[in-house]
């Protein structure tokens, strides 16, 4: 690996002590040639310094968003520059993806696992989406869970016999639709009296030997919960 040019991003002084030492005890073709504490310490930085890898903790001052914000910046004025995100925002999982969206190489979560030579290694020789293992741990169980969720899904329209429109008309009634909205939208070619029958239809499939008189929409709505006929994570409104 030839020699590559750092600036360390982290507000917590021992933190940077110890990711300066790690880098020079670790990765001796690291030279770290800025560090920085504050956003305006970075930016100012960043106006002369050249580095080829930022090391950018996102929690600066108490604030979560200025690092991601930082990442995206360098991303769209340092188009060479790789920025490997190391952090303590262990359970914050929407802004892993806020960081990724703005350009991230990597995330190094600290939980007690020290960032490694071979992460860094990683990142620099060009590969994206660089974590450690205890971020591959949650992305895991996430991706598990997602797709044990999809076949679920899968497996309760066929067994109750679910079609594309019956989906569309629940998911539209859970996102609070009328039914005489529901028939404005785009590719949904039934009227209101037609929509009543299929939510008739959809109670007696959803409710075998239940009280079907007294179901309405919203109790067939939380039914299709149950049975993981709609996705709570992916409610989405079609085009209208």
Known sequence: MDNFKVVIVEDVPLEMKGTEGLLRAEVPEAEIIGTAQTEAEYLKLMKTAEPDLVLLDLGLQGSTTIG???CRNTKAEHKNVKVLVFTGEILN????VDVLDAGADGIILKTGEMLTRTDVINVMSGKKYVFNQPIMEVIVNN???SISGEILRQEAS?????DEYDERFLRHLALGYT????TGLR???FGVKSLEKRQADLIQKLFPNGHKQSVNA???VTRAFQLHILDPQNLEADEE
């Open 158 to 162: 066929i067994g109750y016999s679910i």
């Open 179 to 182: 039914k005489e909205q529901i």
């Open 68 to 70: 991601v914000e930082l």
């Open 93 to 96: 999982e929407k802004l892993w």
């Open 143 to 145: 991706f598990r869970n």
């Open 187 to 189: 590719g949904m070619p």
């Open 218 to 220: 919203l109790r067939l």
